[in-house]
């Protein structure tokens, strides 16, 4: 919930331990070289629908996300939220 710092792919994948859509995510962004400034977009365009609980709001993946400068962060917590793709 605090977020991570992504300067680069190798922080990714070999510095911090994340949710694994998340790190799925990120990982096909940047390898699409970009920098992780975009990925909050990228997401948006994906439109990945969960469910958050308790009270099954409906929404999508990137609702719960946060991106500030290089750090990104969930809003919710991941026990939280059910994946519905």
Do not use: C, W, Y
């Not at 990228?42 to 990137?62: N, Q, R």
């Amino acid at each position: 919930m605090s977020g991570f710092m992504v300067p680069n792919l190798q922080a990714v994948t070999d510095t911090h331990v994340i949710l694994p859509k998340l790190f799925r995510r990120l990982v096909e962004f940047l390898r699409g070289g970009g920098s992780v400034t975009g990925f909050k977009a990228f997401m948006e365009k994906k439109a990945e629908p969960i469910t958050i609980l308790p009270g099954a709001h409906f929404t999508h993946f990137d609702t719960v996300l946060d991106v500030q400068g290089i750090t990104v962060r969930m809003t919710e917590r991941p026990e939280n939220l059910v994946f519905n793709s």
